[in-house]
C-alpha cells in the first residue's frame, strides 16, 4: 500500500496475554520506529530498526516488550503477559534514512487490558 | 539530549481566527523541526518540515511555521482557522546523530463556531 499499515486497529486481551502488533511499512523504506502514546501523555519512542537490525531500543519499558523486523520490512511488536498500562495506541512510522528524510506514521494499534 | 516543548496545552480559538502554536526546542545544532497534526482517532500527519534553508516554510492546509535559531524555537501558524482544524498538534525534533523524533506533549485546539 501506499502508507505504513498496522494490524490490528484495535485489541482487547486478558490481563496476563501475549500481543502481537504488526507494521508493514512504506516499500522501500529501511528504517522503521515504534512509539506509544498513553491517554494524556506525549508519543513515547520505544525502538528503531535500521535495516532488520535495532540499533536504538532504548525506549523498551520493559523486558516483557520486544520487537523483530525480517526481511528489512514488516515488524512485530510483541507484548508479553500485558498488564493494564500497557494499554495506549502503538504506533508506527517509517522513512527511507535514519535522518534528513520525512517519517510518516501509521494509524496506530489501539490496545486495550482488561 | 534534545527536548522539545510545547508551553500551551489546550488552546481554542473562534473560526476564522488567527492561530499560533508554539514550540521550543533544545538542542546544540541545528536540528530537522517537524509539526504533525492528529485528528481523534487517526494516526499522525505530517504538516510541514524544516530542514535547512528558508527559515519560513509553507505546510499543507494553510499552515506555515517559521525556525528562530536565536529563540530556539518552531511556531505553528494559520491565518485563519478552520473548523476542521481542531485537532491535536504536535511538534518534533530530529537531530543529525539521533535515530529518533523527540515529541512535544501536544497542544489540543479548539475550534469555536
Known amino acids: 500500500g501506499a502508507g505504513v499499515s498496522q494490524s490490528p486497529s484495535n485489541k482487547v486481551t486478558e490481563k496476563g496475554k501475549d500481543v502481537e502488533l504488526r507494521c508493514d511499512p512504506i516499500?522501500?523504506?529501511?528504517?522503521l520506529y515504534w512509539y506509544r502514546q498513553s491517554l494524556g501523555q506525549g508519543l513515547e519512542f520505544l525502538i528503531y530498526?535500521?535495516?532488520?537490525?535495532?540499533?536504538?531500543k532504548s525506549g523498551l519499558p520493559s523486558d516483557r516488550f520486544s520487537a523483530e523486523r525480517t526481511g528489512g520490512s514488516v515488524s512485530t511488536l510483541t507484548i508479553q503477559r500485558t498488564q493494564q498500562e500497557d494499554s495506549a495506541v502503538y504506533l508506527c512510522?517509517?522513512?527511507?534514512?535514519?535522518?534528513?528524510?520525512?517519517?510518516?506514521f501509521g494509524e496506530g494499534s489501539w490496545l486495550t487490558v482488561v | 539530549a534534545q527536548s522539545v516543548t510545547q508551553p500551551d496545552i489546550h488552546i481554542t480559538v473562534s473560526e476564522g481566527a488567527s492561530l499560533e502554536l508554539r514550540c521550543n526546542y533544545s538542542?546544540?545544532?541545528?536540528?530537522?523541526l517537524f509539526w504533525y497534526v492528529q485528528s481523534p482517532g487517526q494516526g499522525l500527519q505530517l504538516l510541514l518540515k524544516?530542514?535547512?534553508?528558508?527559515?519560513l516554510v509553507q505546510g499543507i492546509k494553510g499552515f506555515e511555521a517559521e525556525f528562530k535559531r536565536s529563540q530556539s524555537s518552531f511556531n505553528l501558524r494559520k491565518p485563519s482557522v478552520h473548523w476542521s482544524d481542531a485537532a491535536e498538534y504536535f511538534c518534533?525534533?530530529?537531530?543529525?546523530?539521533?535515530?529518533?523524533?523527540?515529541f512535544g506533549t501536544g497542544t489540543r485546539l479548539q475550534v469555536t463556531l
Open positions: 524544516y530542514f535547512s534553508g528558508d527559515t
Open positions: 538542542y546544540g545544532a541545528t536540528p530537522y
Open positions: 518534533a525534533v530530529l537531530t543529525g546523530t539521533a535515530s529518533k523524533l523527540t
Open positions: 516499500s522501500g523504506h529501511t528504517a
Open positions: 512510522a517509517s522513512t527511507r534514512a535514519a535522518s534528513g528524510n520525512t517519517i510518516y
Open positions: 530498526f535500521q535495516g532488520n537490525s535495532a540499533p536504538d
